[in-house]
Nanobody, 121 residues
Framework: QVHLVESGGGLVQAGGSLRLSCAAS????????MGWYRQAPGKQRELVAR???????NYADSVKGRFTISRDNAKNTVYLQMNSLEPEDTAVYYC???????????????WGQGTLITVSS
């Protein structure tokens, strides 16, 4: 089983920056794609950014040019650098990963507990 632990949320003023981290823990596992999703009050959860084990990335249009996703495969950790934050970025941010054990090729999805980011105007 794999668990994700997120850190780095909080309150920030519009125009400010925050960095989220998400570390995966477990035993004998391999992670493929890692990513960040967010859910604002009254809205559906949406993709923010994701990155494959090979470093390929994709972003939501709303965050392109402001957010950067990266990962450290050796540490099984993914990061989200968020710059020029806007009040519309206020949401609970969830880390996500697709993982498998080293003995089979069936991928499983796992979510972090979520971290709240509030951007004040």
């Amino acid at each position: 089983q794999v668990h994700l632990v997120e850190s780095g949320g909080g309150l920030v003023q519009a125009g400010g920056s925050l960095r989220l981290s998400c570390a995966a823990s477990g035993s004998a596992f391999i992670i493929n794609t890692m990513g960040w999703y967010r859910q604002a009050p009254g809205k559906q959860r949406e993709l923010v950014a994701r990155i494959t084990s090979g470093g390929n990335t994709n972003y939501a249009d709303s965050v392109k040019g402001r957010f950067t996703i990266s990962r450290d495969n050796a540490k099984n950790t993914v990061y989200l650098q968020m710059n020029s934050l806007e009040p519309e970025d206020t949401a609970v941010y969830y880390c996500h990963a697709d993982w498998r054990t080293i003995t089979d090729y069936v991928y499983h999805a796992v979510w972090g507990q979520g971290t709240l980011i509030t951007v004040s105007s």
